[in-house]
Antibody
Framework: QVQLQESGPGLVKPSGTLSLTCAVSGGSISTIHWWTWVRQPPEKGLEWIGEIHHRGGANYSPTLKSRVTISLDKSKNQFSLNLTSATAADTAVYFC????????????WGQGVLVTVSS | QSVLTQPPSVSGAPGQRVTISCTGSSSNIGAGYDVLWYQQLPGTAPKFLIYANTNRPSGVPDRFSGSKSGTSASLAITGLQAEDEADYYCQSYDSSLSGYVFGTGTKVTVL
């Protein structure tokens, strides 16, 4: 059973960089799957941030593309999110997820981590 | 900001049938991109409910069904149960945004 676990600081200062890691267990990150970040501001809906594949491909939301980098570490079986120039609007629960092999839906999710951007 | 519009809330009594609409446009649902659905219980991660418009992943009860027509899609829940009280989101791909998009979300209340 694949499990994903997000980790990282729960508080980021405005203009700082939001950095999160998603550890994958129960399966290799070097598979056919794409690995994804999704966020959810408090009391709001889901927003797709971007995705990465172990063969090097990455895709980002056009609204966040200038500030987002997603990377993957095969040796640690994890992938990461960096979001620069953070503002209060980036305050959200951040989820990592695995895209299924048979559709572009997400079949496994982490529990999510709340990141607050505040001084 | 979402390009997929859902009703904010729907409600029904136990045992009833409720439907949730997801309205898009010619650059997403209307362009033929698949629609997926998720259920999100309070304080938890979304759960994959429907893929490729009408298909259920293994383990999802057949009380949940999806459909798609034109620029819209729908999720139906039959035999509504108390445990179905949650937020529901649709998802698709948008060619003009070159990315995946989620619906605005619908809160289902079991009366």
């Amino acid at each position: 059973q694949v499990q994903l676990q997000e980790s990282g600081p729960g508080l980021v200062k405005p203009s700082g960089t939001l950095s999160l890691t998603c550890a994958v267990s129960g399966g290799s990150i070097s598979t056919i799957h794409w690995w994804t970040w999704v966020r959810q501001p408090p009391e709001k809906g889901l927003e797709w941030i971007g995705e990465i594949h172990h063969r090097g491909g990455a895709n980002y939301s056009p609204t966040l593309k200038s500030r987002v980098t997603i990377s993957l570490d095969k040796s640690k079986n994890q992938f990461s999110l960096n979001l620069t120039s953070a503002t209060a609007a980036d305050t959200a629960v951040y989820f990592c997820a695995r895209k299924s092999s048979y559709s572009y839906g997400y079949d496994y999710w982490g529990q999510g981590v709340l990141v607050t951007v505040s001084s | 900001q979402s390009v997929l519009t859902q009703p904010p809330s729907v409600s029904g009594a136990p045992g009833q049938r409720v439907t949730i609409s997801c309205t898009g446009s010619s650059s997403n649902i209307g362009a033929g991109y698949d629609v997926l659905w998720y259920q999100q219980l309070p304080g938890t991660a979304p759960k994959f409910l429907i893929y490729a418009n009408t298909n259920r992943p293994s383990g999802v009860p057949d009380r949940f069904s999806g459909s798609k027509s034109g620029t819209s899609a729908s999720l139906a829940i039959t035999g509504l149960q108390a445990e179905d009280e949650a937020d529901y989101y649709c998802q698709s791909y948008d060619s003009s945004l070159s990315g995946y998009v989620f619906g605005t979300g619908t809160k289902v209340t079991v009366l």
